[in-house]
């Protein structure tokens, strides 16, 4: 139900276009959105009933803003902005980067060919992005072969390896004219957007020669070249009239889900595809959502732009087009039209495969987190967080955390605590303090940054650590979160969850899960998840200290040196194995060398 002041704030809302602002309990903007009518849009999330994403949105909205403006264009030019600045957790976020490599021809004066996975605007050429790492590299190694420029570094004074291979054109010893450079180039892109028939010819005439030259391994080598072109180059079905650079997108919609399907095209063929699916925020105008992931989409960093977008009917073209800065057009008939249709099949289809694997999958995730909660008498949560300390006879203690978020681990959000009180080792006063410490260190930083709280945290103990951190979130944090502890057997195994509430007058009590159940698997899920990611980071910071004291007991190796070696070598072993000039050359005396050579 809508606050008082959302109430208040709807009767004045104007029926023109513009982009609204929700925002969460700490006026943080968590979502963005445009509309031709911000009355009827904005009013729609608070007086309609909401499923799915978009029910989730409005539990968390206390307030919005809206900016109104003159045109539906320039309602979408600014949500581009807006999103852009804030990076609202509910619309579409992508991640960075494709991870896919390009062929660049560098733009120097003596040019190469290269594979990359940065796009700089450096003046060079790239052509890709390659969805197969091995295709790439093939490719580059029969242009390096057939078309070469420069392999080798440069001026040397001496004709280098490729340039007896014939795989370099001789910057090595002499200055190579830039039309021989531009001429090779040519050939190149050429090659790179598709056009093979004039490649086949000339190196049919090579082999020819070579043949007759009784050059039988130069032959040899140019049949493998041509049997690349035939098995890589052909291979690929010929599915459009010209060789435009172009991406085709289509989308499909279906129980609150966008599945968005992406077509690339290059050098006529279907280079490669890429589908994504998210659940839908705003479900009135979908459109829009697909509208901004593609603005998004060609925002991440490593993207290039192709010659042509094409995208179905009811989208703004217009709009795209002034924001991309290429052409953005929807085919009515024709070939362009049927790939147009193909995309959206291929959405569907794998949105339907999505709600297939995401039943079976939330009974093993958000249905086993479920029943943790069920079995708590808690309402549905979607974040659990528990602790787990590990230390040597009270030697380096640390602390880690690991989040669960829907019955899946966050690891992004996983934390690791170095603590800062000794340990009184056998003393059931340790796990007091670690776990007071690492408890007051974790809530009262989301507190200070306005960050949302767990909706439930697992201690891995008893009823020692429980207590501890419902005093310190209780008493000093004035906060409610449930705590419950993953208690064991005398076997060692988890079977029963401690909880309770005494200090608000709640008693402990055990709670046992049946060990055949999905919650059970994954609360002791999350019990060995937070015991492994603590046994590591402690192994990793005692073998760091132990090094460091060992480094230490050394004479004449004082805090500047030791750094110096522990940055260096990284290991003790590397250090022993190290020989005097090895030393010496981070920064080490003769004398503190030796010193160091002869105590290890």
Same mark, same amino acid.
């Given at each position: 139900?809508?606050?008082?002041?959302?109430?208040?704030?709807?009767?004045?809302?104007?029926?023109?276009?513009? @982009?609204?602002?929700?925002?969460?309990?700490?006026?943080?903007?968590?979502?963005?959105?445009?509309?031709?009518?911000?009355?009827? +849009?904005?009013?729609?999330?608070?007086?309609?009933?909401?499923?799915?994403?978009? $029910?989730?949105?409005?539990?968390?909205?206390?307030?919005?803003?809206? *900016?109104?403006?003159?045109?539906?264009?320039?309602?979408?030019?600014? !949500?581009?902005?807006?999103?852009?600045?804030?990076?609202?957790?509910?619309?579409?976020?992508?991640?960075?980067?494709?991870?896919?490599?390009?062929?660049?021809?560098?733009?120097?004066?003596?040019?190469?060919?290269?594979?990359?996975?940065?796009?700089?605007?450096?003046?060079?050429?790239?052509?890709?992005?390659?969805?197969?790492?091995?295709?790439?590299?093939?490719?580059?190694?029969?242009?390096?072969?057939?078309?070469?420029?420069? +392999?080798?570094?440069?001026?040397?004074?001496?004709? @280098?390896?490729?340039?007896?291979?014939?795989? @370099?054109?001789?910057?090595?010893?002499?200055?190579?004219?830039?039309?021989?450079?531009?001429?090779?180039?040519?050939?190149?892109?050429?090659?790179?957007?598709?056009?093979?028939?004039?490649?086949?010819?000339? %190196?049919?005439?090579?082999?020819?020669?070579?043949?007759?030259?009784?050059?039988?391994?130069?032959?040899?080598?140019?049949?493998?070249? %041509?049997?690349?072109?035939?098995?890589?180059?052909? #291979?690929?079905?010929?599915?459009?009239?010209? =060789?435009?650079?172009?991406?085709?997108? =289509?989308?499909?919609?279906?129980?609150?889900?966008?599945?968005?399907?992406?077509?690339?095209?290059?050098?006529?063929?279907?280079?490669?595809?890429?589908?994504?699916?998210?659940? %839908?925020?705003?479900?009135?105008?979908?459109?829009?959502?697909?509208?901004?992931? *593609?603005?998004?989409?060609?925002?991440?960093?490593?993207?290039?732009?192709?010659?042509?977008?094409?995208?179905?009917?009811?989208?703004?073209?217009? $709009? &795209?087009? !002034?924001?991309?800065?290429?052409?953005?057009?929807?085919?009515?008939?024709?070939? #362009?039209?049927? &790939?147009?249709?193909?995309?959206?099949?291929?959405? #569907?289809?794998?949105?339907?495969?999505?709600? +297939?694997?995401?039943?079976?999958?939330?009974? #093993?995730?958000?249905?086993?987190?479920?029943?943790?909660?069920?079995?708590?008498?808690?309402?549905?949560?979607?974040?659990?967080?528990?602790?787990?300390?590990?230390?040597?006879?009270?030697?380096?203690?640390?602390?880690?955390?690991?989040?669960? +978020?829907?019955?899946?681990?966050?690891?992004?959000?996983?934390?690791?605590?170095?603590?800062?009180?000794?340990?009184?080792?056998?003393?059931?006063?340790?796990?007091?303090?670690?776990?007071?410490?690492?408890?007051?260190?974790?809530?009262?930083?989301?507190?200070? !940054?306005?960050?949302?709280?767990?909706?439930?945290?697992?201690?891995?103990?008893?009823?020692?650590?429980?207590?501890? @951190?419902?005093?310190?979130?209780?008493?000093?944090?004035?906060?409610?979160?449930?705590?419950?502890?993953?208690?064991?057997?005398?076997?060692?195994?988890?079977?029963?969850? %401690?909880?309770?509430?005494?200090?608000?007058?709640?008693?402990?009590?055990?709670?046992?899960?049946?060990?055949?159940?999905?919650?059970?698997?994954?609360?002791?899920?999350?019990?060995?998840?937070?015991?492994?990611?603590? *046994?590591?980071?402690?192994?990793?910071?005692?073998?760091?200290?132990?090094?460091?004291?060992?480094?230490?007991?050394?004479?004449?190796?004082?805090?500047?040196?030791?750094?110096?070696?522990?940055?260096?070598?990284?290991?003790?072993?590397?250090?022993?194995?190290?020989?005097?000039?090895?030393?010496?050359?981070?920064?080490?005396?003769?004398?503190?060398?030796?010193?160091?050579?002869?105590?290890?």
């Amino acid at each position: 139900m809508a606050s008082q002041l959302i109430e208040n704030k709807l009767k004045l809302l104007p029926a023109k276009p513009g @982009c609204y602002l929700m925002k969460d309990v700490n006026g943080k903007v968590i979502y963005v959105g445009k509309s031709k009518n911000l009355k009827s +849009r904005v009013r729609s999330y608070f007086k309609s009933t909401q499923v799915g994403r978009r $029910a989730e949105l409005v539990e968390n909205i206390s307030d919005y803003d809206i *900016i109104t403006v003159s045109t539906d264009k320039e309602a979408f030019l600014l !949500e581009v902005t807006l999103i852009k600045k804030y990076q609202p957790y509910y619309n579409v976020q992508l991640k960075q980067g494709t991870g896919y490599p390009y062929i660049e021809i560098t733009n120097e004066r003596d040019p190469q060919t290269k594979l990359t996975s940065i796009i700089r605007k450096d003046g060079g050429y790239y052509f890709g992005p390659y969805p197969n790492v091995y295709a790439a590299q093939a490719t580059l190694k029969f242009i390096q072969k057939v078309f070469p420029l420069r +392999r080798c570094h440069g001026k040397q004074g001496r004709p @280098c390896l490729y340039y007896h291979m014939g795989q @370099c054109l001789g910057a090595c010893f002499k200055n190579v004219p830039k039309s021989v450079y531009a001429a090779q180039i040519k050939k190149i892109k050429s090659f790179l957007n598709g056009d093979i028939g004039w490649v086949k010819k000339d %190196l049919n005439q090579r082999m020819e020669t070579a043949s007759q030259n009784l050059e039988f391994e130069r032959a040899a080598e140019i049949r493998d070249q %041509l049997n690349y072109i035939e098995e890589t180059v052909e #291979k690929q079905k010929i599915i459009s009239n010209d =060789n435009t650079q172009r991406d085709i997108f =289509n989308f499909y919609v279906d129980k609150s889900w966008i599945a968005i399907q992406i077509f690339f095209l290059r050098q006529a063929k279907l280079l490669r595809s890429e589908t994504r699916m998210y659940p %839908l925020t705003d479900t009135n105008d979908p459109e829009d959502t697909f509208s901004s992931f *593609i603005v998004q989409f060609y925002g991440q960093r490593n993207r290039i732009l192709p010659k042509e977008v094409l995208v179905p009917a009811k989208i703004d073209n217009e $709009a &795209l087009s !002034e924001v991309l800065h290429v052409p953005v057009r929807t085919p009515k008939r024709g070939q #362009k039209r049927s &790939l147009l249709n193909m995309a959206k099949d291929n959405a #569907k289809l794998k949105l339907d495969e999505k709600f +297939r694997l995401l039943e079976l999958g939330n009974r #093993k995730t958000k249905g086993a987190q479920k029943e943790i909660f069920d079995s708590l008498g808690l309402p549905y949560g979607h974040v659990i967080e528990s602790f787990d300390h590990s230390h040597i006879q009270g030697a380096d203690p640390v602390s880690a955390l690991v989040v669960f +978020r829907d019955g899946e681990p966050d690891k992004n959000s996983y934390r690791k605590y170095k603590l800062k009180g000794e340990v009184e080792h056998q003393n059931g006063g340790d796990e007091v303090r670690n776990t007071r410490e690492v408890v007051r260190r974790r809530y009262s930083r989301l507190l200070k !940054e306005h960050k949302p709280m767990p909706d439930l945290i697992l201690m891995d103990g008893g009823q020692i650590q429980v207590d501890a @951190c419902e005093d310190i979130l209780r008493n000093e944090l004035d906060l409610n979160i449930p705590v419950a502890g993953m208690v064991k057997d005398n076997k060692h195994r988890t079977n029963h969850l %401690l909880y309770g509430d005494p200090i608000n007058g709640v008693p402990l009590k055990l709670i046992p899960l049946d060990p055949k159940s999905q919650g059970f698997y994954l609360m002791t899920r999350i019990q060995d998840e937070v015991h492994r990611f603590a *046994i590591t980071f402690h192994r990793k910071t005692h073998a760091k200290n132990a090094l460091s004291s060992k480094l230490d007991s050394i004479k004449g190796i004082g805090p500047k040196s030791r750094n110096k070696l522990l940055r260096h070598f990284g290991s003790l072993r590397k250090i022993k194995e190290a020989s005097i000039d090895e030393l010496r050359s981070v920064g080490l005396t003769l004398p503190q060398a030796q010193t160091v050579k002869l105590t290890l």
